[in-house]
T-cell receptor
Framework: DAKTTQPNSMESNEEEPVHLPCNHS???????IHWYRQLPSQGPEYVIH???SNVNNRMASLAIAEDRKSSTLILHRATLRDAAVYYC???????????FGGGTRVLVKP | KAGVTQTPRYLIKTRGQQVTLSCSPI?????VSWYQQTPGQGLQFLFE???????NKGNFPGRFSGRQFSNSRSEMNVSTLELGDSALYLC?????????????FGDGTRLSIL
């Protein structure tokens, strides 16, 4: 499975944007980039995914580099509820296996 | 729309026993995957079922098994429990196995082995 690299932790102030980087230099042409987050005492929650173009939804935006070797998850206005571990995952074409790395722990300060 | 339901939420067992965990996917979802989460190893993929067939398997011993019923509900079984099996077991469902489908997770079953 292709590997992703994320910073261990990041801090942000409430109502400010958060940019979470992810490096995936060994991504293959058919790998989708998925982001999940896990709040304390809950299962992971799907955030967003994309292949080549930037994507937006109600939760976040995903900016994908032109060479696809890196991506950035953008939370436009962080709230205290956004404090979680964020996982960047490359999902292969075959099957539903998600390979989780260590993720980035996001701390939001009021 | 109801989410993924896992039962029970908490379970305490002793070494050598066996355990069965249950997962009810979101209505209409046909793919169910299972994951183990521990502080040391993080989230690890166990297996995936789609239309009652195991499609994918992670790197776990044969003591870990699962099945899926015709209504897409799934169970996983762990036999001869070991202390290291203490973990949060998570179930996720998706419409199918297509690689652009998001997975929806339940809140897990926390298994403690004494």
């Amino acid at each position: 499975d292709a590997k992703t690299t994320q910073p261990n932790s990041m801090e942000s102030n409430e109502e400010e944007p958060v940019h979470l980087p992810c490096n995936h230099s060994t991504i293959s042409g058919t790998d989708y980039i998925h982001w999940y987050r896990q709040l304390p005492s809950q299962g992971p929650e799907y955030v967003i995914h994309g292949l080549t173009s930037n994507v937006n939804n109600r939760m976040a935006s995903l900016a994908i580099a032109e060479d696809r070797k890196s991506s950035t998850l953008i939370l436009h206005r962080a709230t205290l509820r956004d404090a979680a571990v964020y996982y960047c995952i490359l999902k292969a074409a075959a099957g539903n296996k998600l390979t989780f790395g260590g993720g980035t722990r996001v701390l939001v300060k009021p | 729309k109801a989410g993924v339901t896992q039962t029970p939420r908490y379970l305490i067992k002793t070494r050598g026993q066996q355990v069965t965990l249950s997962c009810s996917p979101i209505s209409g979802h046909r793919s169910v995957s299972w994951y183990q989460q521990t502080p040391g190893q993080g989230l690890q993929f166990l297996f995936e079922y789609f239309s009652e067939t195991q499609r994918n398997k992670g790197n776990f011993p044969g003591r870990f098994s699962g099945r899926q019923f015709s209504n897409s509900r799934s169970e996983m079984n762990v036999s001869t429990l070991e202390l290291g099996d203490s973990a949060l077991y998570l179930c996720a469902s998706s419409l199918d196995s297509a690689y652009n489908q998001p997975q929806h997770f339940g809140d897990g079953t926390r298994l403690s082995i004494l």
